[in-house]
């Protein structure tokens, strides 16, 4: 699924006139949960201050309510990848070719999107803020992988210019002691941005909404929520990130030597059983939301549990 149809499915079910965009807000005073007289405190981007019970920050990779929250917490670092994203239509139907290609130090990988397109990624080691130099992402995806195998070179040349999209790519190294503080709670990159080799940082922020709409909505107070919000996340993400940041190693090598290896245990891997591949998987893939969960432990759906 295109990451902007879930996202249109995600805001077509909140209330008429609950979702405002193109306001930047800004966290004054986290404020204290449990005490009435202590609300968060906002400002919005035309100087007007509002107050809240309950501040959900999702502010990206470089969150400054992060930075408000825990001052002297180590900003995300470069990971040393830069990464190109983009959708090309292809005018065969059908679904497309599925898979990943790794090279020394850098990876593409291709995934069927319906209504006959395709999405292409790539990822390479290169310092920090590099661009094309003729500003032409897609010239130098070419350059880049152009002379992979097939079916790379015929989708790079169908690829619109002005459709790559190139990021480079910080991490959270370390894991922030809590995802809230205050009436504050982090979710998404803001809390536990990672590198994409497991295509899970917006999973998991999917899996950290599921969450802290379950427990504030189940817990007595807002203390008690956040704080089961927190235990509930950080172990789950800080796994993720450094499962994610293994892959990030493995593709990182560039000695022949080492490609020779890495690429001899990975072809060894792809002939384990297909039940071994999953177990191995598993730890990832196998979350249940909380409502589901507390509704298997009591045999049943609760009303809160349907709410
Ligand atoms: C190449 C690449 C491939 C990826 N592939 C995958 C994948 O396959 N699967 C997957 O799950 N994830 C993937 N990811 C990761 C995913 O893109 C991120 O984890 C996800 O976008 C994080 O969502 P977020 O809402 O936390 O942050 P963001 O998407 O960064 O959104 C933050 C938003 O907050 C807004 N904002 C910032 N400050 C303020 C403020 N003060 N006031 C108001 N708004 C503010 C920003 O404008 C922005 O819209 C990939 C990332 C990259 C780079």
Request: charged share 40%; proline share 12%.
């Given at each position: 699924m295109h990451r902007a149809d879930l996202v249109r499915l995600l805001a077509g079910q909140l209330p008429t006139g609950a979702l405002h965009t193109g306001s930047e807000a800004r966290v004054l005073d986290p404020g204290v949960p449990d005490?009435?007289?202590?609300p968060a405190v906002l400002a919005l981007a035309d100087g007007t201050r509002h107050t809240a019970e309950l501040v959900v920050a999702a502010?990206?990779?470089?969150s400054p309510a992060r930075g408000l929250l825990f001052p002297g917490h180590p900003a995300p670092r470069y990971s040393g990848f830069t990464t190109w994203r983009t959708v090309i239509p292809t005018r065969d139907a059908r679904p497309g070719p599925l898979g990943e290609v790794w090279g020394p130090g850098a990876l593409t990988g291709v995934l069927p999107l319906p209504g006959g397109r395709t999405y292409l990624y790539a990822a390479a080691l290169a310092p920090a803020g590099t661009r094309a130099a003729d500003g032409d992402e897609r010239a130098e995806l070419l350059r880049r992988f152009g002379g992979w195998c097939a079916p790379l070179p015929g989708l790079l040349a169908a690829a619109q210019p002005e459709l790559v999209l190139r990021n480079d790519v910080f991490e959270m190294v370390t894991p922030l002691p809590a995802f809230h503080h205050g009436r504050v709670a982090l979710l998404g990159d803001a809390a536990h941005a990672m590198t994409p080799f497991q295509g899970q940082g917006a999973c998991q922020a999917l899996e950290d909404a599921v969450t802290l709409a379950h427990t504030a909505w189940t817990a007595t107070g807002l203390g008690s929520a956040l704080d089961a919000y927190s235990t509930a996340r950080l172990p789950r993400t800080t796994g993720v990130v450094r499962r994610s940041a293994r892959v990030a190693r493995a593709v990182a090598v560039r000695s022949r030597v080492a490609v020779t290896l890495r690429d001899t245990a990975l072809a060894l891997a792809g002939r384990l059983p297909e039940s071994a591949v999953v177990r191995g998987a598993a730890p990832m893939f196998d979350w249940q939301p909380p409502h589901l969960l507390s509704a298997t432990r009591n045999g049943g759906v609760s009303d809160a549990a349907r709410g």
């Open positions: 005490d009435p007289t202590r502010d990206g990779i470089h």
